[in-house]
T-cell receptor
């Protein structure tokens, strides 16, 4: 079945770049997403990328997609303490289900 | 245009009671999805409904759980005879169509605690 995997923790210093990685198994993935969840809050869609794209940039966020290796990454430039949260990678393939990874907990040290 | 509204935000139930979670989709959205997030885990798909129809309930536990999306009113996720293991955050998402190229918008979730 479809699966999405992410590392569980990432710790960076304020001002550094953060790179969160994700791998997925569904070769029919059409849309790939990054969501942010702050403590006790719902999901906030940060950005998404179509599977026919390699890269998407949106202000401090850069998404890279390697479709051959089924690898997705999210780079946050100039990471701030307010970026501390859980980041979920997700994909939608055949049909309508969105499959989520377990989330990467980003800790930003001042 | 209000987003996806879920209520209550927090729900406490004793073991054996029933829990009812409500989800009002965004205006114009007729497709609703329910997800469950267990502590320290990602979201797991439970059920997909379109007005008055269950399209896919492959992620729903076979017993005690049911979902509906009536013609009028919110979608309801119902958990009968709750157990401690049902404690989780339940998220609802809605989309205007069920096509794969539609992004779903998520609600803030209902956090169920079973004591």
């Amino acid at each position: 079945g479809e699966d999405v995997e992410q590392s569980l923790f990432l710790s960076v210093r304020e001002g550094d770049s953060s790179v969160i990685n994700c791998t997925y198994t569904d070769s029919s993935s059409t849309y790939l997403y990054w969501y942010k969840q702050e403590p006790g809050a719902g999901l906030q869609l940060l950005t998404y990328i179509f599977s026919n794209m390699d890269m998407k940039q949106d202000q401090r966020l850069t998404v890279l997609l390697n479709k051959k290796d089924k690898h997705l990454s999210l780079r946050i430039a100039d990471t701030q303490t307010g970026d501390s949260a859980i980041y979920f990678c997700a994909e939608t393939g055949r049909g309508f289900k969105t499959i989520f990874g377990a989330g990467t907990r980003l800790f930003v040290k001042a | 245009n209000a987003g996806v509204m879920q209520n209550p935000r927090h729900l406490v139930r004793r073991r054996g009671q029933e829990a009812r979670l409500r989800c009002s989709p965004m205006k114009g959205h007729s497709h609703v999805y329910w997800y469950r997030q267990l502590p320290e885990e990602g979201l797991k798909f439970m059920v997909y409904l379109q007005k008055e129809n269950i399209i896919d309930e492959s992620g729903m536990p076979k017993e005690r759980f049911s979902a509906e999306f009536p013609k009028e009113g919110p979608s309801i996720l119902r958990i009968q005879q709750v157990v401690r293991g049902d404690s989780a955050a339940y998220f609802c998402a809605s989309s205007p169509t069920g096509a794969v190229n539609t992004e779903a918008f998520f609600g803030q979730g209902t956090r169920l605690t079973v004591v």
